[in-house]
């Protein structure tokens, strides 16, 4: 069982003589198996957000907690371990490497891990099986379309078991129907392994396909859906 919490935190970037509130106060409770969207516009502090829930960014005050612990007050090599081991993260732009098959792709951070390529593999397929990308597992990057690269870089991210899923737009080049699948595929996830897991979406109703959905706006979390946010989106 593993919960992330944030408590009002803010963080700040300053670009010449502004400062610029990314994250602005910022509370938020996801628990065991939840799967929570993050939907707002560009700008609105949606990465940075996930950057200091995967403690590869600090906040300038509040605390982030993960199973109660303030992944703040982490030791170095505890930090290390925090994001290597306990979170997955789907980055925005997949970051495969290319003339890899999909099955190497995902072993990635088992074959840095201690583990040999062959272990790697044997527990890296089933994770292609999962995502629905067994019969690709040898093509690489260049051969695969979006959604099924998007679905290499969704299984390498869980390989590991990490205890935490946090994704950055990984719908973001995918049509709405194969968005909505690999919401709905998270989403699975997270319920089957009782993880916590964040997403951030444009999907104005990703709310049918995640357990919660928050509006994010200058650095400010609302409850729920924007309508004025969802209806300019559309
Ligand atoms: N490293 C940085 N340095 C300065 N400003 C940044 C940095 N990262 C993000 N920002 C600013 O913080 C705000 C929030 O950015 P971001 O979290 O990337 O938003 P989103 O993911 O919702 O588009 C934006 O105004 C952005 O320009
Ligand atoms: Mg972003």
Known sequence: ??????????????????????????????????????????GSGKTTLLLLAAGLASPDSGAILFDGRDIGSF???????YRRRDVGFVFQ????????????????KLTGGGYTLREARSKALPWLERVGLAERAEQTPERLSMGERQRVAI???LVNEPRLLLADEPTGNLDSKRSREIL???RDICHERGIPGVVVTHDPDASAFVDRVHTLRDGHLADGIDPELASSSS
């Open 75 to 81: 030791s170095e090599r505890d930090s290390a371990l």
């Open 184 to 186: 709905a595929l998270m």
């Open 1 to 42: 069982m593993s919960t992330l919490e944030l408590r009002e935190v803010t963080k700040h970037y300053s670009s010449g003589a502004e400062t610029i509130k990314a994250v602005d106060g910022v509370s938020l409770t996801v628990s065991s198996g939840e799967f929570v969207a993050l939907y707002g516009p560009s």
């Open 93 to 108: 732009a997949f970051h495969l490497m290319p003339h890899t098959s999909a099955l190497d792709n995902a072993t990635i």
């Open 155 to 157: 299984a390498r991210a």
